[in-house]
């Protein structure tokens, strides 16, 4: 009896976490911890991706831009977007794809073109939600007139399209400000307005959200589901407990 109690509960757990697990928010792709790259194996990958548009040192071939002080949050910000490599003419705006370098081989490219001058590191944003209402005032202010008010993108000058900011993760957001990507400008803020922002923006990803910020960020369809199987499965034990105890025959199987 203890073992069928005991694989039952096992079942309900087994659930739980697969249920979980299925409910963790989608990658954004750009998350991953800050562990710094290799420069030397980044060197070899700038040789052979890089080095024919943007020099052996960064300083650019002619037509094609100098990156030399870019910094690591731009090269990051270009790799993890999949816009480095660029496919098209000199002026055409970079495009985002899926990244062209695999995890290990980013950092250790953002490495490389880190050291070759002198731009901003790889900012660590914190999604604070007393942040926010700091987040939506700058939001109204620089990134609205291009990015739209709700963040569902925009054209700019010159046929460039500032993108909808739907899937930016907040390191992303803040590589962006830091680096101003093509058309967009830098925005050179303290790390706390970089998180305001970052925050806003994953609010807006997250809306329309009834009762404002989602807990853990799943939503509350997900999460009222966690809690119904979590629940049934509290009262399926439960009632087995009891049932079990009162129909419990003299003299069988010893505690
Ligand atoms: C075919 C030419 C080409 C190749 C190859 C290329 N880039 Fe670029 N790169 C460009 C162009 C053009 C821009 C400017 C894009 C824009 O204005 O949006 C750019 C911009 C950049 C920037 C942003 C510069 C800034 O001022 O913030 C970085 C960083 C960068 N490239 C890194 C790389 C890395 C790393 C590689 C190799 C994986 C690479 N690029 C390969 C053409 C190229
Ligand atoms: C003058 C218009 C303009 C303003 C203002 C502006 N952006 Fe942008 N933004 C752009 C353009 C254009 C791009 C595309 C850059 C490229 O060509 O690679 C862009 C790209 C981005 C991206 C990358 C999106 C992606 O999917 O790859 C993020 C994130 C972003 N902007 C955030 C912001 C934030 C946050 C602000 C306010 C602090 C802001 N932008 C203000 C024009 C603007």
């Known amino acids: 009896m203890r073992r069928t109690l005991l694989a039952a509960l096992g079942a309900v757990a087994v659930l739980l976490l697969v249920v979980l697990a299925s409910l963790a928010p989608p990658a954004r792709g750009d998350d991953a911890s800050l562990e710094p790259g290799s420069v030397e194996r980044g060197e070899v990958l700038y040789r052979a991706g890089c080095q024919t548009c943007h020099g052996p040192a960064g300083g650019g071939v002619d037509p094609w831009p100098a990156i030399a002080n870019a910094g690591e949050a731009s ?122 922002v970052a925050t806003y923006v994953q609010y807006l990803q997250e809306a329309p959200n009834p009762g404002g910020f989602a807990i853990g960020g799943i939503g509350p369809v997900p999460e009222g589901f966690v809690a119904w199987v979590v629940g049934a499965g509290l009262l399926i034990a439960i009632a087995w407990l009891i049932g079990r105890r009162w129909s419990k025959p003299e003299g069988d199987e010893p505690a």
């Open 75 to 196: 090269a990051d910000f270009q790799l993890r977007t999949g816009r480095m490599p660029h496919a098209g003419e000199p002026d055409d705006q970079a495009q985002p794809k899926p990244p062209a370098y695999d995890e290990q081989s980013i950092r250790d490219l953002v490495a490389f073109v880190g050291s070759l001058g002198d731009g901003p590191a790889i900012p660590d944003p914190v999604i604070d939600e007393s942040l926010l209402q700091r987040g939506q005032q700058l939001f109204a202010v620089n990134c609205a007139p291009c990015h739209g008010a709700t963040g569902n993108g925009g054209a700019v000058g010159g046929g460039a399209i500032a993108w909808p900011l739907t899937d930016a993760s907040p390191r992303i957001v803040a590589e962006a400000m830091l680096a101003g990507p093509g058309q967009m400008p830098v925005f050179a803020l303290p790390d706390d307005d970089l998180s305001a």
